[in-house]
T-cell receptor
Framework: DGGITQSPKYLFRKEGQNVTLSCEQNLNHDAMYWYRQDPGQGLRLIYYSQIVNDFQKGDIAEGYSVSREKKESFPLTVTSAQKNPTAFYLC???????????????FGQGTRLTVV | GQQLNQSPQSMFIQEGEDVSMNCTSSSIFNTWLWYKQDPGEGPVLLIALYKAGELTSNGRLTAQFGITRKDSFLNISASIPSDVGIYFCAGSNRDDKIIFGKGTRLHILP
């Protein structure tokens, strides 16, 4: 089945520890994204990557890091520098841009991170 | 950064009623997107709009891309219980960046 897989679904970590969230896609999409969702805040863009070995900061990149070593994979590390890491994290991917158009994103099931 | 203003924030309706929600932006977008999110799940793409003035339907859902490219609306006709959830608008341009609104939470009264 083609799709975007995030793992794990639920993750608990102690304060001060780094944690890495996995995102894999087999849709052959070029671009991948990480969003954070808090109640009442909608989806806020953390990082996105248009191509392997390249990525750009979104609106709330502080305290997060990413890598894009393979087209299929875009892991997100929540570092100890992130002051409020407890949130629902969503990964998405989108196909290559078409002439004159923007792009549409397809989402994984999300990872709920709780830091205690 | 770019922001999308989505309204209303929440809606309480009776089953069978029609629903209308909209999204506005201070920036132009080349693509407008509408998503639905169920609790604890990732958003699912409902409708994608690529051209100013475009009107697109998906079953009971209809969405339009505003002529100014700075707004879009979504209508749901004859609402049913499974329509409950959060509806998000999103805009994107050629730079691949996709920006989301804060969502409209739809409640259906028994």
């Amino acid at each position: 089945d083609g799709g975007i897989t995030q793992s794990p679904k639920y993750l608990f970590r102690k304060e001060g520890q780094n944690v890495t969230l996995s995102c894999e896609q087999n849709l052959n999409h070029d671009a991948m994204y990480w969003y954070r969702q808090d109640p009442g805040q909608g989806l806020r863009l953390i990082y996105y990557s248009q191509i392997v070995n390249d990525f750009q900061k979104g609106d709330i990149a502080e305290g997060y890091s990413v890598s894009r070593e393979k087209k299929e994979s875009f892991p997100l590390t929540v570092t100890s520098a992130q002051k409020n890491p407890t949130a629902f994290y969503l990964c998405a991917s989108s196909p290559a841009l078409r002439a004159g158009r923007g792009t549409e994103a397809f989402f994984g099931q999300g990872t709920r991170l709780t830091v205690v | 950064g770019q922001q999308l203003n989505q309204s209303p924030q929440s809606m309480f309706i009776q089953e069978g009623e029609d629903v209308s929600m909209n999204c506005t932006s201070s920036s132009i977008f080349n693509t407008w997107l509408w998503y639905k999110q169920d609790p604890g799940e990732g958003p699912v793409l409902l409708i994608a709009l690529y051209k100013a003035g475009e009107l697109t339907s998906n079953g009971r859902l209809t969405a339009q891309f505003g002529i100014t490219r700075k707004d879009s609306f979504l209508n749901i006709s004859a609402s049913i219980p499974s329509d409950v959830g959060i509806y998000f608008c999103a805009g994107s341009n050629r730079d691949d960046k996709i920006i989301f609104g804060k969502g409209t939470r739809l409640h259906i009264l028994p």
